[in-house]
């Protein structure tokens, strides 16, 4: 190996997770913090937790409400514009003039 150009090797270097676990380990990088950890993971617990990266999540529940208000508000149009055409044009009396050209 080439002296001088690898980086420094820590043998007690600290892995924290925001659970709160700590794992101890070698690496380069004298101590990570991490969002989830195989003590927090669902795949390891068996149980079920939402795990949402970057407000993945709540952009979605967004776009779902603003979806179904854009439909309940197409709805309301439709169910307008059908009452709209429902009505009929009021009849009107022809003119004396109007009788008197036929």
Do not use: W
Not at 7 to 13: I, K, L, M, T, V
Not at 32 to 46: D, K, L, Q, R, V
Request: proline share 3%; hydrophobic share 30%.
């Amino acid at each position: 190996m080439k002296k001088e150009i690898h980086p420094e090797y820590h043998e007690d270097a600290k892995i924290i997770c925001a659970c709160g676990n700590t794992i101890k380990t070698g690496a380069t990088i004298k101590e990570m913090h991490i969002e989830i950890c195989s003590a927090c993971h669902p795949f390891y617990t068996g149980k079920e937790k939402l795990v949402d990266s970057a407000g993945q999540v709540d952009r979605f529940k967004k776009k779902m409400e603003k979806f179904a208000a854009m439909e309940k508000k197409a709805k309301e149009q439709k169910a307008t514009n059908k009452k709209k055409t429902e009505k009929k044009a009021p009849v009107t009396e022809k003119t004396d003039k109007e009788k008197a050209k036929k």
